[in-house]
């Protein structure tokens, strides 16, 4: 049988043909309001004497909007990535913010009437058939209530954020979309994308990486006002509602929003910060094995054999499906739909967003998956990485809308636990100690960026807001947080530092989850648990793993492990368990260069 050939670029006009100047899509948008007002309606009408059927009726119409605000989410996400040039795209970004605006304040409704209703009737209603399926979603719902301003000043805050909170993450990706980068590539000028110019930290050729390097910290230098107003002014706006609503702790929603206790968060970074050494050795020999004492920012990602050779899109997917086979056929066959149907966008070009992501497309129960595929193992990971985030999506399709609603930290653990599948799949499948030591250095990058890059990013974000409390933070001050972050993160490992990786990196500017970084350390680590458990039961494992999966939005992270790990994680020891596992890469990643002389 022929092999398929499989796409590169995405299919979206099964959804909408026409992308942003469909008709069919414009339709749809129009009739988003309409559905909104229609579930206002219906939540206004109920009163705290609310019964159990009107109560499943009015979340039956939440689900449902929601699922069409998601569903067109997911369309403009993809646009406003693949062509950041396609202006009517972010036109209806702009619209579905204001919808979505004029969502929240429903949400918030049934949420404070939860809060008002009884104690003791409140847990008759959700320990009813009819409700108890949204026991979790109910509880927590009525708790946030408690923590909030009235309706009223929730709804004004959720307004105002379309202009004043929204729009300023917009503005970032239209900045950093708009950049053009100038790079010597071995005596040739090229004009690149963010995105493009990132791609090249992994070039053979160390003049090209800190050409690249160069170009991107001098283009930052040059927009660094642009970037710090936009982020002070992000910051301002979070940081005044934290205020009025009288939260004192900056990690108060980001911790909620990801369902974790803040003793979870301080074991997780405590244990990684106590075994930070054997992970300074490993940079120390790579360093080495690159001719310098220390790591440079540049160098993180440069190969350290000549053992680079580029890996086809056709390739890396046939090497995802057979190791995923081997884990299980349901995310095998799931990933060889996504690759054969066009669920991805890999294409390296032009007028691309930098940096990739998954997005589900709820009505259709399908994903997307973006991201600019350049030939390196390490986009084959990122590709393995994305798709592992599509499968918890389809995991999730027999369960209710509104308990498929999980939080980012257990997002990064499916994506996470299928990346792992494929780094050791490639370190096992390696023919030469040469080979063997390039993979396994790209394995280890992963245990640096989630113990030292992440820990920078988490470092800087946690000062900069306590700063920022105090009036605006000056661009100086930021590269100096931003660097001294890095110098603390990498623990004396550190050359050059990357003091405007404040301005390139987009996670600071997302206004939809504050503190985008230590949910990926939560996953990563989290996922090794889960894989060597994999590991150890082969097969058999995928169904409790599916299990694990759609339990990953009705409990809290604690009760998951708990559940299905039977560990306590507020606990180090949780943490160092796999912490050892990435101990153990680098000793053979040192053994094996040393054998080599």
Not at 398 to 407: G, T
Not at 413 to 430: G, K, P, W
Not at 455 to 464: K, Q, S
Request: charged fraction near 25%; aromatic fraction near 12%.
């Amino acid at each position: 049988m022929a092999t398929i050939k499989y796409p590169e670029v995405w299919d979206l006009d099964v959804f909408f043909a026409g992308g942003s100047e469909s008709p069919a899509f414009q339709a749809f948008m129009d009739q988003l309001p309409h559905k909104v007002e229609a579930t206002k309606k219906q939540i206004t009408a109920l009163t705290i004497d609310v019964n159990e059927q009107q109560l499943k009726e009015a979340l039956a119409h939440i689900a449902d909007t929601l699922m069409h605000i998601s569903h067109a989410g997911g369309m403009l996400s993809c646009l406003t990535a693949q062509n950041i040039k396609d202006t009517k795209a972010l036109l209806l970004s702009s619209q579905l913010s204001s919808i979505s605006a004029s969502y929240s304040p429903v949400i918030l409704r049934l949420q404070q009437l939860l809060a008002e209703i009884d104690e003791q009737r409140f847990h008759a209603l959700i320990q009813s058939e009819l409700l108890n399926e949204f026991a979790f979603i109910l509880m927590e719902w009525r708790e946030q209530a408690k923590q909030k301003l009235s309706e009223e000043e929730e709804t004004l805050i959720a307004e105002l954020g379309v202009d004043g909170y929204s729009s300023w993450g917009q503005l970032y990706n239209m900045f950093i979309g708009d950049i053009k980068v100038e790079v010597d590539v071995e005596g040739e000028t090229k004009y690149l994308s963010v995105g493009q110019a990132n791609n090249l930290s992994s070039h053979p050729n160390e003049a090209v990486r800190k050409s690249a390097f160069d170009a991107l910290e001098k283009v930052f230098t040059e927009k660094e006002e642009f970037f710090a107003k936009t982020l002070n002014h992000l910051a301002g706006f979070r940081l005044t509602t934290y205020k009025k609503r009288g939260w004192d702790e900056v990690l108060q929603e980001p911790l909620q929003i990801n369902r974790m206790k803040k003793e979870t968060l301080e074991a997780m970074w405590g244990a990684i910060s106590d075994h930070k050494a054997p992970f300074v050795k490993f940079l120390k020999t790579k360093a080495s094995m690159l001719g310098k004492e220390k790591m440079d920012w540049y160098n993180f990602d440069a190969p350290v054999t000549s053992s680079t050779a580029k890996v086809s899109y056709q390739e890396g997917a046939e090497f995802i499906l057979k190791h995923f086979g081997k884990f299980g056929a349901q995310l095998a066959a799931f990933a060889r739909q996504a690759f054969e149907d066009g669920w991805i966008e890999a294409e390296d070009r032009d007028n691309k967003r930098p940096g990739g992501f998954c997005t589900g497309f709820p009505l259709a129960e399908q994903s997307r998956i973006f991201m600019t595929y350049s030939g390196t193992m390490s986009n084959v990971s990122t590709l393995a990485h994305e798709l592992g985030h599509a499968f918890h999506t389809y995991a999730l399709r027999p369960v209710n809308p509104l308990n498929r609603r999980y939080a980012m930290n257990v997002a990064e653990t499916a994506s996470t636990f299928a990346e792992m599948i494929v780094a050791d799949a490639a370190v096992e499948e390696a023919t030469t100690t040469e080979e063997k030591i390039a993979l396994l250095e790209d394995k280890l990058q992963r245990s640096i960026a989630f113990f030292m890059n992440i820990h920078a990013r988490f470092l800087f974000e946690t000062r900069f807001y306590e700063e920022r409390k105090q009036g605006i933070v000056a661009t100086k001050r930021l590269n100096e947080l931003m660097e001294e972050a890095q110098r603390e993160a990498f623990a004396g490992a550190l050359d050059e530092a990357h003091p405007h990786f404040w301005a390139s990196k987009m996670h600071f500017y997302i206004t939809g989850v504050p503190f985008y970084n230590f949910p990926y350390t939560f996953g990563y680590l989290f996922s090794l648990s889960v894989y060597a458990k994999a590991k150890e039961e082969g097969a058999a494992f995928e169904e409790k793993y599916i299990a694990l999966l759609r339990d990953t939005a009705v409990m809290t992270v604690e009760d998951l492990a708990m559940k299905h790990l039977n560990e306590d994680i507020t606990k180090r020891e949780f943490w160092e368990k796999g912490i050892v596992l990435c101990v153990r890469d680098v000793e053979e990643f040192i053994q094996l260069v040393s054998k080599e002389g």
